[in-house]
């Protein structure tokens, strides 16, 4: 698969997916925080894939160089309104994990590179400057429509009122 350096696209990221669900992230800093995927915008001379697997790096696991990132080929590469969303396995990810803890490979956002997605998302530290805090896994729903709210405003409001009794 060529990964081109399409000047139409702006930013670039990846999607860590099975058939039924994909890895999210909250930017609790937006004007308005929100749940998105994970990826940004590209630097000068930089691929497409350069720019996702930096973007990873930084937004995951807190890393500046990309010698410890290493996916391999992806599943695909999606162009959609001035982005490009490389998608690979959650084994991929999985696999990557083992790979960064054998090498040892240090992030200020967790305690001990995890090895697997569950530890990723649950044993991760909520770093105040970070770009993600929370990351979550949500359902790969094909046919939500669109405008409508993917989660109940209840639910949210359940949500802040379990935060804020778990932080007594």
Do not use: W
């Not at 967790?110 to 805090?133: F, K, N």
């Not at 046919?143 to 989660?151: D, E, L, R, S, T």
């Amino acid at each position: 698969m060529r990964h081109t350096r399409k000047q139409h696209i702006r930013a670039a990221g990846v999607a860590f997916v099975s058939p039924t669900h994909i890895l999210a992230a909250y930017q609790p800093h937006k004007t308005v925080p929100f749940i998105s995927g994970i990826g940004g915008s590209r630097e000068a001379g930089e691929s497409l894939l350069e720019c996702a697997m930096r973007e990873m790096s930084e937004e995951l696991f807190g890393l500046t160089t990309l010698n410890t990132i290493a996916l391999g080929e992806p599943l695909a590469c999606i162009h959609k309104h001035g982005y490009a969303m490389f998608l690979y396995k959650f084994d991929d990810l999985e696999r990557l994990l083992r790979s960064m803890r054998q090498r040892r490979v240090r992030s200020p956002y967790y305690d001990g590179i995890p090895v697997t997605i569950c530890d990723l998302v649950l044993r991760r530290r909520i770093v105040q400057d970070a770009e993600l805090s929370h990351l979550s896994i949500l359902p790969l729903i094909p046919n939500h429509p669109a405008g409508a709210p993917f989660v109940v405003p209840y639910f949210v409001e359940d949500m802040a009122t379990i935060a804020a009794h778990l932080s007594v």
